[in-house]
T-cell receptor, first 113, second 113 residues
Framework: EAGVAQSPRYKIIEKRQSVAFWCNPI?????LYWYQQILGQGPKLLIQ????????DSQLPKDRFSAERLKGVDSTLKIQPAKLEDSAVYLC???????????FGPGTRLTVT | GNSVTQMEGPVTLSEEAFLTINCTYT??????LFWYVQYPGEGLQLLLK?????DKGSNKGFEATYRKETTSFHLEKGSVQVSDSAVYFC????????????FGRGTSLIVHP
């Protein structure tokens, strides 16, 4: 069974630029999560989707971050404009249902200069 | 609110040494407790879990016991290998309501031959 796929794996941008990350969850998984992992800290949930609907986006900085999950499968997370403090690893995870184990992708490491 | 506190790393051990990584938590009710492992360049993987007091989770030689009286879930392994070198995250999921995990900061383990 293929795991959670993410791209790109690494991205370097200048502040005020925009960037987008892509996630393909495990086939059939209804729940998809985006986490932000700042160096030296545990992952922090940004947004949770159930199919193509948003369940929880209370910690998403909506003035600059946006996310969508069209057709309830792939998802895209966008930052516009980026700030230096957005430098982090962005993790995507999926689960068959919100009650069950989450499977994580390898992450996208973002560096904002 | 919910929180997880882990011992700071890195923890540096020689192969075949005994490992303990301390984890304590603060939560209302009776959370489920987890240990995740993140190998270099990979996403988080669930290592073990315990869902109620006195439960012991175990996997790949690692063990952790849910201690309600001390609000702890320490990770142990009797004999570590070089391949165990990774970052270990303790996490909890609150009973009822949101099933989003709260992660600790992570503890880096380095095992030398």
């Amino acid at each position: 069974e293929a795991g959670v796929a993410q791209s790109p794996r690494y991205k370097i941008i200048e502040k005020r630029q925009s960037v987008a990350f892509w996630c393909n969850p495990i086939s059939g998984h209804a729940t998809l999560y985006w986490y932000q992992q700042i160096l030296g800290q545990g992952p922090k949930l940004l947004i949770q989707f159930q199919n193509n609907g948003v369940v929880d986006d209370s910690q998403l900085p909506k003035d600059r971050f946006s996310a969508e999950r069209l057709k309830g499968v792939d998802s895209t997370l966008k930052i516009q404009p980026a700030k230096l403090e957005d430098s982090a690893v962005y993790l995507c995870a999926s689960s068959s249902d919100y009650r069950y184990e989450q499977y994580f992708g390898p992450g996208t490491r973002l560096t904002v200069t | 609110g919910n929180s997880v506190t882990q011992m700071e790393g890195p923890v540096t051990l020689s192969e075949e040494a005994f490992l303990t990584i301390n984890c304590t938590y603060t939560a209302t009710g009776y959370p489920s407790l987890f240990w995740y492992v993140q190998y270099p360049g990979e996403g988080l993987q669930l290592l073990l879990k315990a869902t109620k007091a006195d439960d012991k989770g175990s996997n790949k030689g690692f063990e952790a016991t849910y201690r309600k009286e001390t609000t702890s879930f320490h990770l142990e392994k009797g004999s570590v290998q070089v391949s165990d070198s990774a970052v270990y995250f303790c996490a909890l999921r609150r009973a009822g309501g949101s099933y989003i995990p709260t992660f600790g900061r992570g503890t880096s383990l380095i095992v030398h031959p």
